[in-house]
């Protein structure tokens, strides 16, 4: 057996657990990996952040369902990327994250850049360690993609210590992994069937990760045969099509109130690969706790979350594309007595999700934009977002179609949109890539459109610029009518901006510009921002800044 570096041995047990693509920003600390990486066929993207990085590589492992490899070096580098790792953790997203470190005989000290990296990682990643010994870099890692793929999937961090990565040892590869499977017992899918047929008002509610396409097709077959109303948790849209009769919306911020009086008032839900956690709860108001007050059945691939929160009538501890493999045995009652509520609750999202009816102040009517986009965009476009409350527009109105096209992260960072988009485009460069960033949202990561100038990579991201920290802005008038503080933006250009960086920029400021705009962004087969200006009273697309502060006033007297 011939003795390779730690470096090498690394870059190959990557190629051995199938990786193609990795994120980084380089650093001394690991250039014994950069090396090893010079001749691995790994698709290496440099990015120019490491949270541009981290949430990139998080992006591909939303994507996939497999472990995004993201390198950063040590310090200020890991911290820097630490955004995307608390992104992995409370979206239940596979990410690995390996880290450069200082020398061994060096710890203890507060070396250059040192940290503890179990210390500063324990409580955000599902594992963080350290590799000491290069003949152990094929076990660790191994084990890595293990755990940041089984049960509730999310984030590793492991740390290489610079002198480790160049000592050689002669190790064998691991072999290949395998995520470990979770199945519902037979027993649990005919009391799921009993409880389905003695139900008056039963609906379900999808979340969470370890979804497939498959696995959303055997669902939505089952929602057929049983005639079931089906939502879907906060920015987990893609889990249902948008444009079938059993699909009735989303459970997030500023949800449709006819869907969550829906929910509140079924007899029996169908949690699968959720937790219901404070946004789709709508804190934790829909449910009682521990109590929820009806019939819950939860369907999870990770058997400390079952009961965590919520007890369940039913606890299934399976993943979601295991539940929907046994759901295709399951059969519907010989008269189904709920079919009305189905129609009715998809009557009530049809009628939420049409931009028509809204108008709001100022020459740029987004609802009208939506509109356009909903006819332009192929059904798999990839939608990307991060936070703030110009993501409403996107999140109402655009129909997710299929699934794969949405990345968006429940945990509300900002900053996500752009690297998100970047890295969806280099998995899929034939594919339609949208961002949708505010003014303020887009620079916490505006730089990595760099990085999609840099590999060719044309997205479109479109930056509605209302010059304030909206969502922030609007709970301040809320809570502090007119007492405006730390909430005003002054913004640049941001269609010079793209065009800075070797990009395609337009300005938009009217309704009627907006398509144009749109079509010589696509055409210009380079990455594009449309930079779209907003009056910052359109705070929502039901109500304004002016509305919030007044109804405060007067309920303060």
């Not at 409580?123 to 590799?131: G, L």
């Not at 498959?214 to 669902?219: I, S």
Request: neutral net charge; hydrophobic residues 45%; proline residues 7%.
């Amino acid at each position: 057996m011939n003795a390779r570096t730690g470096g090498q041995i690394l870059v190959d047990q990557l190629l051995v657990h199938g990786v193609r693509h990795a994120f980084c920003v380089p650093g001394e600390s690991y250039l014994a990996v950069l090396d090893a990486l010079h001749d691995a066929s790994i698709d290496v993207t440099v990015c120019r952040q490491e949270g541009g990085a981290a949430m990139m590589a998080e992006a591909h492992g939303k994507l996939t369902g497999r472990p995004g490899i993201c390198f950063v070096t040590r310090g200020p580098g890991v911290t820097n990327a630490s955004p995307g790792i608390h992104i992995a953790k409370q979206d239940s997203t596979p990410l690995i994250v390996f880290v450069g470190q200082i020398e061994r005989g060096m710890r203890e000290r507060e070396a250059f850049q040192e940290l503890d990296y179990r210390a500063v990682f324990g409580t955000m990643a599902k594992w963080a360690t350290e590799i000491d010994d290069a003949a152990r870099i094929p076990e660790i890692v191994a084990r890595a993609f293990r755990v940041a793929t089984s049960g509730r999937p999310g984030p590793v961090v492991i740390a290489l210590p610079e002198d480790m990565l160049v000592e050689s040892a002669a190790v064998a590869d691991a072999l290949p992994y395998e995520p470990v499977e979770t199945h519902p017992a037979l027993a649990q899918m005919a009391e799921l069937q009993k409880l389905l047929w003695a139900a008056k008002a039963p609906l379900a509610i999808l979340g969470g990760t370890r979804w497939s396409e498959k696995a959303v097709e055997r669902f939505v077959r089952f929602a057929e045969r049983f005639d079931l109303p089906v939502a879907v948790s906060f920015r987990r849209q893609m889990l249902f099509p948008a444009d079938h009769p059993n699909y009735i919306g989303d459970i997030g911020f500023g949800a449709n109130p006819a869907l969550v009086a829906r929910v509140k008032a079924a007899d029996t839900v169908l949690l699968v690969g959720g937790r219901l956690s404070e946004v789709p709860s709508q804190s934790y108001s829909l449910f009682g706790i521990p109590e929820p007050g009806c019939t819950l059945v939860h369907v999870h691939p990770d058997s400390g979350e079952l009961g965590r929160v919520y007890r369940p009538a039913l606890a299934i501890n399976a993943s979601p594309s295991a539940f929907s493999a046994a759901l295709e045995g399951l059969q519907p009652p010989k008269a189904i007595g709920w079919g009305g509520n189905r129609e009715e609750a998809r009557a009530a999202y049809l009628a939420w999700s049409d931009p028509a009816p809204v108008r709001t102040p100022g020459t740029l009517q987004m609802g009208e934009v939506m509109a356009y986009l909903e006819e332009k965009l192929p059904a798999d476009a990839i939608m990307c977002n991060g936070a703030g409350n110009y993501a409403i527009w996107l999140h109402r109105f655009h129909r997710f179609r299929r699934f794969g096209t949405q990345l968006a992260p429940t945990s509300g960072s900002m900053g996500y949109g752009v690297p998100a988009a970047v890295g969806a485009k280099r998995l899929h460069p034939e594919r339609t890539v949208v961002a949708f960033a505010g003014d303020g949202c887009f620079l916490m990561n505006g730089q990595e459109f760099a990085t999609a100038v840099q590999y060719d990579l044309p997205i479109v991201v479109i930056v509605v610029d209302n010059g304030i920290y909206g969502t922030i802005r609007m709970h301040q008038e809320r809570e502090y009518p007119g007492r405006v503080s730390g909430t005003m933006l002054k913004n640049p250009d941001f269609a010079a901006y793209a065009r800075a960086f070797g990009g395609h920029g337009e300005r938009v400021e009217r309704t009627e510009e907006f398509a144009p705009a749109f079509e010589r962004a696509l055409a210009s087969g380079k990455p594009a921002i449309i930079h779209c200006l907003i009056d910052p009273e359109v705070i929502t697309p039901a109500t304004t800044l002016s509305a919030i502060r007044e109804k405060a006033l007067k309920a303060k007297g």
